[in-house]
């Protein structure tokens, strides 16, 4: 993505952030309950981690780079979520513009390599799904993109740390969404047989149901996760049962990528990404 089109990403962004200043200014209350504030934030908040953040990592900003807004913006979301006080919010949006500042001197200074490379190391659709993921959890966001970037990597001897990668990618973000406290607190819930905890299709479950899905919605879903898990564990045990390392390596290449789709299939409707 070319710099101008991320210097166009930072100025909108700041006008959002401006616009909910704007209106919390004008707020005579000590707490926010005002539905104008909430959404105009909310809104701020999407289009940083679906449209600006993708297009500052294309110009050449890492993930370290973006990590402090990145936390900035979910502080201001997590404020949406309760009747925050008007000073915690005033804090937060002086800290993304603090930030805000400090991208646009990054921009000024990132690797002319990293915005007119030719090769993409990620596609659109994983582009997305990578940075509204790190938007939740970094370290989930960095697995699902090492392991798209392993599958891509046709010199590798072994693609199973690229499956790890993928499926601790998946849990990590079910972990974050559906914490066990909340699953095991429902009324109905039972732990599957042998388990201890809930199970990551339990959480998928628990997740699309509280956002009015139905069971017919929701089984896609649930299938796919379990199916990961499946895979998963039957790639770390396949390597004892292939004697040629060429069609181990092929086969199990072949594989991790079908894990990848189910993977892909969870988290863009977990993340409720077009």
């Not at 949406?80 to 804090?91: C, D, E, I, N, V």
């Not at 090769?119 to 993109?145: F, K």
């Not at 390392?245 to 991790?256: A, D, I, M, P, R």
Request: glycine letters at 6%.
């Amino acid at each position: 993505m070319a710099p101008q089109d991320a210097n166009a990403y930072l100025v909108h962004l700041r006008e959002r952030a401006k616009q909910v200043k704007n209106l919390l200014s004008r707020s005579r209350s000590n707490q926010v309950h005002a539905t104008s504030i909430k959404s105009a934030s909310k809104e701020a908040v999407a289009f940083y981690f679906k449209e600006s953040r993708l297009s500052f990592a294309g110009s050449g900003l890492d993930n370290e780079s973006l990590a402090s807004l990145d936390k900035w913006f979910q502080e201001l979301l997590t404020h949406t979520q309760k009747a925050s006080l008007k000073t915690g919010y005033a804090r937060t949006l002086k800290s993304i513009e603090q930030e805000l500042n400090g991208v646009e001197v990054a921009l000024l200074s990132a690797s002319p390599s990293a915005q007119t490379s030719p090769t993409r190391l990620l596609d659109g659709r994983e582009e997305r799904i990578a940075s509204t993921l790190g938007g939740l959890v970094a370290s989930a966001g960095l697995s699902y993109e090492q392991g798209c970037i392993d599958l891509r990597d046709g010199t590798r001897r072994s693609y199973r740390g690229a499956a790890t990668e993928l499926r601790e990618a998946l849990r990590e973000a079910l972990d974050h969404l559906a914490p066990d406290v909340q699953v095991t607190s429902q009324a109905s819930f039972k732990l599957e047989d042998g388990q201890k905890k809930p199970t990551m299709k339990q959480k998928v479950r628990f997740i699309l149901a509280s956002r009015g899905k139905n069971k017919t919605q929701t089984s896609p879903a649930e299938n796919s996760t379990s199916l990961v898990e499946d895979r998963v564990g039957a790639l770390a045990r396949s390597v004892y049962d292939r004697s040629s390392l060429s069609t181990h390596v092929g086969t199990t290449k072949q594989e991790v990528q079908q894990v990848k789709a189910y993977v892909d299939v969870v988290l863009t409707e977990l993340l409720e990404i077009a």
